[in-house]
């Protein structure tokens, strides 16, 4: 029997840039054209001024750990606890709910405000998943 | 909204607490439902107003045969029933119905005839959170903890001091599910479930019910019960996504309905005789401490800790025991009123003496909305 699936997200019209970009390397975010609000999730208006003229840009990549759990049980299909889930907050402003890679998985290892860079992780041939270490240097 | 126009009349919760499998989730509501219009001294008939949150207003009517011309289904999680007194009092004074019901009711245990509850993969949450391995409350609930605990200086041990006093206070209530005291060491030795929270800090998950009647003070006074007047409300919503609060230092949907509240009944926090915070995790009480404006975020944890919340503290704090030691379906918030009423009526099995004024404070979803009521016995 094949085992449970990590959940996997399903772009709508509204978010495929995003999903495109992670599959090519590249985390999106969107600005506003008026009043240069950053923002995430994606949509195609401006939660602040609700200007329909945004932009889509292509971030740093660059962040640090606002704050996580070490998740123990119960684990989500596809996970082998303990595992980090982590809300990174980006240089550009909004923050994103992810996972920390080549950090182990203790409070030791996991200090709050460490600076974080992304990475794409593959979960099949459709959508890459984007995710964070700890930055170099 | 003026203040005190509006009692509840009649208050009750199902039958049996914590695990219940003879009984339906609707079952349950309707068995909530009756013993609350017994309560009341009423027939279903009276009943024209109704609300109710998860299962549906015309599930519940249709089951118990009630004909309203005022419904209410706002479902935002487990405040719910918070919003569903502040509707029920607008539309009570606004003449549109004259006695409303609210029920709630999950087999949270037990599992029957529940409501499936899914993430669609296409939504928000199910692109931008479950696939970083969310699975439930206990995996998200905590994730703005240690962020809190760092910018204000929070420790392990006050937070887990949060479940040492709730369970004095379910030792004192025979329908409390779990009753043997337990110590900060117990807390912090118990299964960790998602760090920094271990297994005493989560909420329990049982089966359950409650319901509530409400009236206008002019009718309330020809009811059986000592009537418990709506002295002021408060609700509001934030993002269905944790990961997209604001902060993590506050939770604005808690500053937005707390405030509103205070404001509405016209009271100063010295004022406030008795209190809840729904608690389905440990960290909530020091949230609702700091958002309320009880005191600064800094002080919170210490002011448990040192003993301010448990029985004889200055400031009693989720007296039935809470999510934490008294039930959890799944949906609180209306056990936390059902004890705010037993308090303003006297009768509470560890009842605060001469309580005049309780707040009731709640929490839906993982800080994605809320609702405040304070309550009063004096008109």
């Known amino acids: 029997m094949a085992e449970p699936q990590r959940a996997r997200p399903k772009p709508t019209p509204e978010t495929q840039h995003f999903w495109d970009g992670t599959k090519a390397g590249e985390l999106r975010l969107q600005r506003c054209d008026a009043c240069a609000h950053v923002y995430f999730p994606p949509r195609p208006f401006c939660p602040s001024c609700a200007s329909r003229k945004v932009s889509v840009f292509k971030a740093s990549g660059k962040g640090f750990l606002y704050s996580y759990v070490i998740n123990h049980r119960p684990a989500a299909p596809g996970f082998t606890p303990p595992y980090a889930i982590a809300v990174v907050e ?48 | 909204m003026r203040k005190n126009q509006v009692a509840v009349v009649g208050a009750a919760e199902t039958t049996e607490l914590g695990v219940i499998p003879n009984a339906s989730q609707l079952q349950l509501h309707a068995d909530a439902a009756l013993n609350a219009i017994a309560d009341a001294g009423l027939k279903l008939s009276d009943i024209d107003g109704f609300a109710t949150a998860v299962e549906t207003p015309q599930q519940v009517c249709h089951y118990l045969g009630i004909k309203p011309t005022w419904v209410d289904g706002t479902s935002v999680g487990g405040c719910s029933f918070m919003l569903h007194v502040r509707h029920a009092a607008a539309a009570i004074e606004a003449g549109l119905c004259k006695t409303v019901l609210i029920t709630h009711a999950e087999s949270g245990k037990s599992m029957i005839g529940k409501l499936p509850r899914s993430t669609p993969a296409d939504s928000l949450n199910g692109q931008f959170e479950a696939p970083f391995g969310v699975y439930g409350p206990p995996s998200m609930f905590p994730i703005p903890v240690l962020r809190f605990m760092k910018t204000y200086g929070i420790t392990h041990e006050q937070l887990a001091s949060v479940a040492v006093v709730q369970r004095e206070w379910a030792a004192k209530n025979p ?201 009063t016995n004096e008109r």
């Open chain 1, 90 to 137: 980006l240089d550009e402003g909004p923050r994103m709910m992810s996972n920390i890679i080549d950090c182990p998985q203790t409070p030791e290892a996991l200090e709050l405000d460490m600076k974080l860079e992304v990475a794409f992780q593959e979960l099949d041939d459709k959508i890459a998943l984007p995710v964070f270490r700890p930055a170099k240097g």
């Open chain 2, 175 to 375: 329908r409390a599910m779990m009753k043997d005291p337990i110590t900060v060491a117990d807390v912090l030795n118990s299964r960790m479930i998602a760090y920094p929270f271990r297994l005493l800090q989560c909420c329990l998950v049982t089966d359950g019910g409650g319901a509530l009647i409400l009236t206008s003070a002019e009718r309330a006074r020809d009811f059986p019960r000592k009537p418990v007047y709506i002295m002021g409300t408060g609700e509001s919503v934030e993002t269905p996504m944790v990961s997209q609060m604001e902060t993590f230092n506050s939770s604005r949907a808690f500053k937005t309905a707390g405030p509103l509240a205070f404001k509405e009944a016209g009271i100063a926090h010295n004022d406030v005789d008795h209190l809840m915070i729904y608690d389905a995790f440990a960290h909530l009480p020091l949230f609702g401490l700091g958002d309320l404006g009880f005191m600064p975020y800094e002080e919170t944890g210490k002011f448990i800790a040192d003993g301010n919340t448990r029985p004889g503290g200055k400031l009693p704090l989720n007296t039935n025991g809470g999510g934490l030691s008294y039930m959890h379906s799944g949906m609180y918030g209306m056990y936390a009123l059902q004890e705010s009423v037993r308090q303003m009526r006297g009768i509470a099995p560890a009842q605060v003496p001469n309580a005049k004024i309780s707040v009731c404070h709640g929490v839906g979803g993982m800080f994605a909305a809320s609702g405040t009521i304070v309550f």
